[in-house]
């Protein structure tokens, strides 16, 4: 089993920014992938960025470029700085990892966050004001 804890959410202007982190432990030796994954009230969750064990990066269309994914393998943490936050980014936040060394194939890329995700986290609120 994995457990995965979260923080760093909060409220934010429009054009601010903020940064998630997420702690694992247990048998993290056996995560493949983690990422970070988002709701918004009346949406589908969406993956927003992952990243595997070998640090190969997935990002969605409409976070490239503002947000950033990394991991402190040391501290077993991943992390999410994202920059340059709107509205459209107000959602919950989740981290969630996988064993399942499979990857999904989406119009000729590979999406780190395409597949099943066993382990999640409680998420964590982010909120923009405009």
């Known amino acids: 089993q994995v457990q995965l804890v979260e923080s760093g959410g909060g409220s934010v202007q429009s054009g601010g920014s903020l940064r998630l982190s997420c702690a694992a432990s247990?048998?993290?030796?056996?995560?493949?992938?983690m990422g970070w994954f988002r709701q918004a009230p009346g949406k589908e969750r969406e993956g927003v960025a992952c990243?595997?064990?070998?640090?190969?990066?997935s990002y969605a269309e409409s976070v490239k470029g503002r947000f950033t994914i990394s991991q402190d393998n040391a501290k077993n943490t991943m992390y999410l700085e994202m920059n340059s936050l709107n509205p459209e980014d107000a959602a919950m936040y989740f981290c969630a990892a996988t064993y399942n060394p499979r990857r999904t194939v989406v119009a000729g890329r590979v999406d780190l966050c395409g597949g099943i995700f066993p382990y999640w986290g409680q998420g964590t609120h982010i909120t923009v004001s405009s």
């Open positions: 990243i595997d064990s070998g640090g190969r990066i």
């Open positions: 247990g048998y993290t030796y056996t995560i493949d992938r």
